[in-house]
Structure formats: structure tokens, C-alpha cells
């Protein structure tokens, strides 16, 4: 079984870059075919993906964040990580990593999340 854990700032201050690190233990974030990615719930919105990071390495964004957003992996460590910038309070959010199965959006499995508020 896949274990996520989540670590990074729960405080950011606006105009500042979010920074987040997924570690991934029980499976390798190189397996073939499983992408690592980002999802947020903001106070009374559904859920939103922002994007991930294939097993070979590849990113892909959500259209409507992609201009301020970045993941890159670390494999020596089994790790990914989430950076977005410019925040703004609307970043306010609880932040899950996840595993999903090629380009399916909907993570197959997610981590227990943790919230990250924008504020000075």
C-alpha cells in the first residue's frame, strides 16, 4: 500500500510561493503508468487538481493555475513537490498529494491533506 505524507509551511504570506513536499513510501514514483499530483478544497469550493507529475518525469497543470504553478520530483528521494506563487489569499485551501493512474484527473489514492493558509 502507497503511503503519502505531506510536508511545508502551513502559514504563507501573500504574494509568496507555496511550497510543498509529498513523500511517497511503498512504491516508487518512477512505476510505469502512475502520476504523483496536487489537489486542493478551498473553504466552500469542491475539490480542484492542479496538476502532476508522470512516472517519466512529465508535468501537467490545470489551465487555470498553470501560469504560477510547478511540480518537480526528486527520485533519489521518492519524492514531488508542489510550488505556486504569487499567493493570494484565495490560495487558502487544504492540500492533498495523491497517486493517480495515467491522465485520470481523480486521484486513486491521496494523502490525509493539510491546510495552508494565506495570510499576513
Known amino acids: 500500500q502507497v503511503q503519502l505524507q505531506e510536508s511545508g509551511p502551513g502559514l504563507v504570506n501573500p504574494s509568496q510561493t507555496l511550497s510543498l513536499t509529498c513523500t511517497v513510501s511503498?512504491?516508487?514514483?518512477?512505476?510505469?503508468?502512475?502520476?504523483w499530483g496536487w489537489i486542493r478544497q478551498a473553504p466552500g469550493k469542491g475539490l480542484e487538481w492542479l496538476g502532476y507529475?508522470?512516472?517519466?518525469?512529465?508535468?501537467y497543470y490545470s489551465p487555470f493555475l498553470k501560469s504560477r504553478t510547478s511540480i518537480s520530483r526528486d527520485t533519489s528521494k521518492n519524492q514531488f513537490t508542489l510550488q505556486l506563487n504569487s499567493v493570494t489569499p484565495e490560495d487558502t485551501a487544504v492540500y492533498y498529494c495523491?497517486?493517480?493512474?495515467?491522465?485520470?484527473?481523480?486521484?486513486?489514492?491521496w494523502s490525509p491533506g493539510t491546510q495552508v493558509t494565506v495570510s499576513s
Open positions: 511503498g512504491g516508487s514514483i518512477t512505476t510505469e503508468f502512475y502520476y
Open positions: 507529475i508522470g512516472y517519466s518525469g512529465s508535468a
Open positions: 495523491a497517486e493517480h493512474y495515467n491522465h485520470d484527473v481523480s486521484p486513486i489514492y
